[in-house]
C-alpha cells in the first residue's frame, strides 16, 4: 500500500506543470509603436558594427574584404580602442528612452510571446517600407 501511495504521489508532482515566473509590467514600459522604432535603430546599429567590424577572410572565396570606410560611421574596433560608449545612447537619447528603460520593455515584451509576435510582425513592416523607399530613391 504504502508503494502505491508513493508512486501515486510521484506521479502527481512529476506531471505538474512547472511554474514560469511571470515578468512583472514595467511602470515606464515603452509603448508598442515607440519600441518598434527603437529596436529598428538598435538592428541597424548592429548590422553596421557587424559590417564594419575586420574580417580578415571572406568564407567563400577565402580573399581579402577590401571595406569601405566611411567617415559616418564607426567600426567596432574604432570605438572599443578609442573606449567611447556604443552609439546605443545616441538611439537612446534620439528616442527619448533610457537604456534601462529599453532593456526592462524588452524582458517583459519577450516574457509575452503575442506581444512580441505583434512588435516583429511591425518591425518586418517598417523593414519592408526602409528596402522600398531605398530602392525607389526617395
Not at 509603448?31 to 541597424?44: A, N, R, S, T
Not at 560608449?85 to 528612452?97: D, H, S, T
Request: aromatic share 10%; with cysteine.
Amino acid at each position: 500500500m504504502r508503494k502505491l501511495l508513493f508512486l501515486f504521489l510521484f506521479f502527481v508532482f512529476a506531471c505538474e506543470a512547472p511554474t514560469i515566473p511571470s515578468i512583472v509590467k514595467p511602470d515606464n514600459l515603452i509603448p508598442e509603436d515607440k519600441i518598434v522604432q527603437v529596436i529598428v535603430d538598435v538592428y541597424l546599429l548592429e548590422a553596421t558594427l557587424n559590417l564594419r567590424s575586420p574580417k580578415p577572410y571572406h568564407q567563400q572565396s577565402r580573399s581579402p574584404i577590401n571595406l569601405r570606410k566611411d567617415s559616418l560611421s564607426l567600426s567596432l574596433s574604432e570605438v572599443l580602442i578609442n573606449q567611447e560608449p556604443l552609439p546605443y545612447y545616441n538611439i537612446f537619447k534620439r528616442q527619448g528612452v533610457t537604456r534601462k528603460q529599453y532593456e526592462s520593455s524588452m524582458r517583459w515584451y519577450c516574457a509575452n510571446p503575442k506581444k512580441m509576435s505583434s512588435i516583429y510582425d511591425q518591425l518586418i513592416i517598417e523593414f519592408t517600407k526602409r528596402q522600398t523607399k531605398l530602392r525607389v530613391g526617395k
